[in-house]
């Protein structure tokens, strides 16, 4: 996302001045009342005690056990063949423990569980960097594959400690003056030479998005900051510039989102970009006695509904870019629950409710002490929406009736190739039968150095090859902004919802003149299709359809498929002229876990390979299966 880093955004031109240092003097409450009052026990609803039975057990069965160590080795190892998740699996289980342990000594009577926080504290305090290995930027600039404690890098780990910790001395600093004196001071000093410094004497991070590209690091890294600065720093004036600078920076963020609050790098970031911010706009709301309020912000308010208009049904979600079809589970939904009631989106509200698990979030302290607070509301169906259409990343939304996944769903995506964790996909579509995706987007497999290096495009599930799109001439489609969508349409009316766009932009073939797709949901049939019209200078090399789909797949007879998707969902039938186009499938089979949770062993590709001429046209039927 891309937005004029000098010009005030949307909070400014809400707040003004009363943003800037100088009101924040007076504005901002002590470090004593400064973060919300979560950690009375007694004040939680009379759920938290049942959803918290888990959380203790585990965390006395860990209790006495070693604290998960992030080595040198497993450090170094991204450097070597690119594995990131050696080092952060341990990193992550630390946090997740000491989360535990900071529970259990806040609702069980005994001090001995002030020993577990303060050994889990220490350990951070003595670990030589709180930045992935991922981020760091030593290794580029110096060769280095250790950590260099004199130049610590603030990355999404490094702030993530430093609210933890913020949080913790929130809930427990009393109780620790008392048992580990000088441990809160020790604390103090981590924070200030990790985090706090260098978020203030350097102001090069490319997450701050002063140079007009901002991403969804800014609101995570700036939300958890502005925690740190509000609890642990005492001088007024140092607390109020640091808060000052947080506040600017997620502010360029909410500037770069489109109107409609939509998402680029997909519908599972929102809950680490446009969730990050929402947190933060909390606390702040607390810290200023409720005189800095987002609530009556517009891109605030529309980005509260994107969860709730990319639900599919149950546990499954619209996944363009880096998001997965069926997120994890245990995110922070009180989040979106709490910001929907504010601006009196029932349905939003519903949604964020019924998904809402009687797990608590892991891992971080301050999402789980809020969701802790926050009571569980009755179960509702879901609100499912009858159709959206967010302009801002051209993706649209759309079912046979708002209410109920019966049938096909369709999603389609213009947009373009230079978004935030891009897939090469303009023009893609999602078909969902009863609201489980059969022509499906693959998601993402595990990160490693690859995926955000130079060779990001040898992975298949980033290729355009590997998306429901055309391989025009057998080419693919190519990374950049400027590679996108054009002349798109929408239409929506009770019988039909159409979008129409020409691809022709995403492929690098000088004799295309044109390729239009048009996606249609037939409301009145209860049917999918897509057709595709190409128009070139000349025949030439042949053209083929992709499409991606999850199940048993069955060729059963020329110009027929069928899919029998996991589950008690029904067949699903895609049936086009096979005097048109003749069908091949390739099977992909699938070993990373984070593609294996999803869709199991393999997906499908379905390739139609289109006649050569210089103009011709096909259309695909998705339906239920008779």
């Known amino acids: 996302m891309t937005t004029n880093a000098s010009a005030a955004g949307p909070l400014g031109a809400v707040w003004g001045a009363r943003a800037e240092t100088s009101a924040l003097v007076d504005l901002l409450r002590p470090p004593a009342t400064a973060l919300p009052p979560l950690g009375d026990p007694e004040r939680w609803p009379p759920t938290a005690a049942a959803r918290l039975a888990s959380v203790l057990d585990q965390a006395r069965a860990e209790r006495g056990t070693p604290w998960p160590q992030a080595t040198a080795s497993r450090y170094a190892r991204y450097f070597r063949d690119g594995n990131r998740t050696g080092y952060e699996t341990p990193v992550f289980e630390h946090d997740d423990r000491l989360t535990r342990a900071a529970l259990a000594a806040l609702v069980l009577d005994n001090d001995d569980w002030l020993d577990e926080v303060a050994d889990g504290v220490v350990l951070l305090c003595e670990r030589s960097t709180w930045c992935w290995s991922a981020h760091e930027e030593h290794h580029r600039t110096r060769g280095t594959v250790v950590p260099d404690p004199d130049v610590p890098y603030l990355d999404l780990g490094a702030a993530g400690v430093a609210a933890q910790l913020a949080w913790l001395d929130h809930v427990l600093g009393d109780r620790l003056d008392v048992r580990w004196p000088g441990l809160r001071a020790r604390v103090r000093r981590e924070v200030r030479i990790r985090v706090l410094d260098p978020f203030t004497t350097r102001h090069d991070w490319h997450w701050l998005g002063l140079d007009g590209d901002v991403h969804n690091w800014c609101p995570w890294i700036c939300g958890n900051v502005m925690v740190a600065a509000l609890r642990l720093v005492g001088d007024v004036t140092d607390r109020a510039r640091i808060v000052a600078g947080t506040v600017r920076a997620i502010d360029r963020y909410l500037a770069a989102l489109p109107p409609d609050g939509s998402i680029d790098e997909g519908y599972e970031y929102w809950w680490n970009g446009a969730c990050r911010a929402l947190e933060a706009l909390d606390v702040l709301e607390h810290a200023t006695g409720g005189a800095l309020s987002a609530v009556e912000v517009p891109v605030v308010r529309e980005t509260v509904r994107f969860p709730h208009r ?37 349905d939003a509200e519903r949604h964020a409710a019924a998904q809402r698990a009687t797990t608590i979030p892991d891992h971080e302290l301050g999402r789980a002490l809020r969701d802790l607070a926050t009571p569980l509301p009755d179960q509702a169906a879901e609100p499912l929406v009858g159709s959206v259409w967010l302009p801002g990343t051209q993706v649209g939304v759309a079912r046979v009736a708002a209410g109920s996944n019966a049938g096909p769903t369709l999603v389609v995506k213009g947009g373009h190739n230079g978004e935030n964790h891009n897939h090469n996909d303009v023009g893609s579509v999602i078909v969902a039968v009863d609201g489980v995706p059969v022509v499906v987007d693959a998601g993402r497999p595990t990160y490693t150095a690859q995926t955000f290096g130079p060779d990001r495009y040898d992975i298949w599930t980033m290729q355009s090859s590997w998306h429901s799109v055309p391989e025009v001439r057998g080419t693919p489609q190519v990374a950049g902004r400027d590679h996108r969508a054009r002349d798109v349409t929408v239409e929506d009316t009770p019988d039909r919802y159409r979008v129409r766009m020409d691809l022709a932009p995403a492929y690098p073939v000088p004799a295309l003149r044109s390729w239009w797709r048009t996606a249609t949901l037939h409301r009145d049939r209860q049917r999918v299709t897509v057709e595709d019209e190409w128009d070139f200078t000349d025949g030439g090399v042949p053209s083929t359809l992709h499409y991606l789909l999850a199940g048993r797949v069955t060729h059963d007879s020329p110009g027929r498929l069928v899919v029998h998707p996991p589950g008690e969902t029904r067949a699903t039938l895609l049936a086009w002229d096979p005097s048109l186009a003749s069908a091949d499938l390739t099977v992909r089979e699938l070993d990373d876990p984070l593609l294996t949770s999803v869709w199991g062993d393999n997906l499908t590709r379905l390739e139609l390979h289109l006649p050569d001429t210089a103009r011709g046209g096909l259309v695909i039927t998705v339906e239920v299966s008779a």
């Open 310 to 346: 990319m639900h599919l049904g149950g546990p499954w979600y619209v996944n363009f870019a880096d998001a997965r079809a069926k997120p994890p589970a245990g995110q922070p939904w009180h989040v979106p629950q709490l910001w929907a009631r504010r601006i009196g989106d029932r």
